[in-house]
């Protein structure tokens, strides 16, 4: 009996460690704020960053980083323009594509106008600058999307007017301009390929300037919630106890 127990119990602890939920998270916010947003979250996961400046400028079909290379979905020539305002010196047009009709279509439907980093290494954060967002275009709102490795896209940034996209400049906070920093973590497993989009069709806006991103342990991000499986976990248990009790008292003992 106390085999069984044991076993039962093994399989209770093993079913609530397997249910933890992956943590999903992103960052919508003015530059020097989402940098810091991204690194506190790097750091408290246990994770070091890596930073990368785009001070060159970019042309080609794909462009190699080194740990990194960059091209558009849709495969078109890629041609950088130079920014003052962000902490690199160059980024790259994203010019929505997609459903021309009234209202939105599903996300995934403009995502040939965006841009995909294949990364040498896996990752599961990443973070970038985006400048000239939200200015037009909103039916009813303009936004922004994160894939990692072809999966659910994940919404980082909406705004429904022009002023969803003015945060303090990181060079003079007294300035409102159009740059923001966005960022996801889903630190459900690890991944190769990042593809970065918009669904404001008839919007040009711009991305790069720096690309922050880091590898986390899986389950690391708080909150590390406890999905429903866990139920099934307790009522386990509640049966295991039952079954306990249901042998003792049928349990004869035999005097010699």
């Known amino acids: 009996m106390k085999k069984v127990l044991n076993n039962l119990l093994i399989a209770c602890v093993l079913l609530t460690a397997t249910s933890t939920q992956a943590t999903i998270i992103t960052v919508f916010d003015g530059v020097a704020a989402g940098e810091i947003n991204f690194e506190s979250t790097v750091a408290g996961a246990g994770g070091t960053s890596v930073v990368s400046l785009w001070e060159n400028s970019i042309s080609g079909s ?47 439907d403009y995502i040939n106008g965006g841009i995909k980093l294949v990364f040498d290494d896996p990752i599961n954060a990443i973070g970038f600058e985006v400048e000239d967002w939200a200015t037009c275009c909103f039916e009813p709102t303009t936004d922004l999307y994160i894939s990692f490795d072809g999966g659910t896209p994940i919404l980082v940034a909406s705004g429904n007017n022009n002023s969803d996209g003015l945060f303090p400049s990181k060079s003079n906070v007294n300035i409102s301009v159009y740059e923001i920093f966005v960022a996801a973590f889903d630190d459900s497993g690890s991944f190769t390929e990042v593809v970065f989009w ?53 349990t004869v003992k035999i005097k010699n």
């Open 62 to 108: 794909i462009y190699d980083f080194g740990d990194y290379t960059l091209q558009n979905v849709d495969g078109a020539f890629i041609s950088s323009t130079s920014s003052n305002n962000t902490s690199g010196n160059y980024m790259v047009s994203i010019d929505p594509i997609g459903s021309t009709g009234s209202g939105r279509a599903a996300p995934e």
């Open 198 to 250: 918009g669904n404001g069709s008839g919007e040009v806006l711009y991305a790069g300037g720096q690309v922050r991103y880091a590898l986390l342990d899986q389950g690391s991000l708080p909150p590390n919630e406890v999905s429903e499986p866990s139920g099934i976990a307790l009522l386990s248990l509640f049966l295991m106890g039952m079954t306990y009790r249901g042998t003792k008292r049928n």
